[in-house]
């Protein structure tokens, strides 16, 4: 695991930069499933999702050499927005490598904090395309969930939780590459001492990654079809990401597309929440019944992010009408 020093010098040195997310009570949710719910708003993060924790743990960490060269990502939105926010924080430049297909308000955002983007047809191709520009540029690559200064700001949420709400009993945490699962995971397993503490991964049920890199014993190219859920697209989980999953993740459970829009009307119409797609995974794989928890367990559902176009707002509401 990323050690909680890591994960509370991260803290300190991203405090008053990103916001401290609150955790907001849902009741009504939490009923319909027999927990006391928990929602971790990282929707209401800096650039609108809990990127902005890594890539600024990460840029401020970096030296002044390794900042003057530039800096490249690769990303469908979330982590790239937060990379070009950190970059404008630090006062260097910021090239993003993206798939096409990525959200019309992911590249707006991104454009918007004042980065290049990069376009790229292939996504299993996507980390080709990156290494190609980051030599040829000679750029500092920030990892979107495979570097430990990165999972150690991520973790800087899971600190959070467990300060904030130290009778937690079970924390659930989407996955994509498996950055937030890491760091969250590291977090709230080491700071509770020996009080236990459930860590419930979830990932796409028509794309899974992780269940599958852990059944090879390594990072494994992850399919990764159309959906809402963009932020749990990567090619593959990492392998640092992995290697903490092995040590503190207690169950692995998937959601559909139609659970994940689900997730996102209620949050949208229940807890006020605007959210994306993965930003509701969590929540989704609750309700839907995926995730076994003690009744009246402390529940957190970590909601990663609120980077969703208006223009799937009328699939979100009628999922019948989703193309």
Not at 237 to 253: F, K, N, Q, S, Y
Request: proline share 7%.
């Amino acid at each position: 695991m990323i050690p909680i020093e890591d994960i509370r010098a991260a803290a300190a040195r991203i405090r008053g930069k990103v916001h401290r997310t609150p955790i907001l009570s849902a009741s009504r949710l939490g009923e319909r499933v027999g927990v006391r719910l928990g929602l971790k708003c990282e929707s209401l993060q800096k650039t609108g999702s809990f990127k902005a924790r890594g890539a600024l743990n990460k840029v401020l960490s970096l030296s002044e050499d390794e900042r003057a060269r530039g800096l490249v990502t690769v990303s469908a939105g979330n982590h790239a927005a937060a990379v070009a926010w950190a970059a404008g924080i630090a006062g260097c430049r910021a090239v993003v490598v993206m798939p096409t297909d990525a959200p019309a308000s992911k590249l707006e955002a991104v454009r918007g904090y004042g980065a290049e983007i990069v376009l790229h047809d292939d996504r299993p191709t996507l980390f080709d395309r990156l290494n190609r520009v980051r030599e040829e540029r000679g750029l500092t690559f920030v990892h979107p969930f495979d570097d430990p200064i990165v999972l150690a700001g991520a973790g800087t949420a899971g600190l959070e939780i467990a300060e904030d709400q130290p009778d937690v009993e079970v924390v659930v945490v989407p996955v994509g590459g498996g950055g937030l699962l890491g760091g969250v995971a590291s977090a709230v397993k080491q700071s509770r001492g020996d009080a236990p503490v459930r860590v419930v991964a979830v990932e796409l049920a028509e794309g899974p990654g992780l269940a599958p890199a852990l059944a090879a014993g390594k990072p494994v190219p992850a399919p990764r079809p159309a959906t809402i859920a963009d932020g749990m697209t990567p090619p593959f989980v990492g392998a640092l990401p992995l290697a903490i999953a092995r040590e503190a993740v207690d169950e692995i459970v998937t959601v559909t597309e139609d659970e994940i829009l689900e997730g996102m009307r209620l949050l949208m119409t229940r807890a006020k929440l605007y959210v994306e797609g993965a930003g509701a995974a969590a929540t989704a794989a609750l309700l839907a019944g995926k995730v076994r928890t003690p009744p009246g367990a402390r529940t957190i559902a970590l909601v990663s992010g609120g980077n969703v176009d208006l223009s799937r707002l009328a699939e979100i509401q009628n999922p019948k009408s989703k193309t």
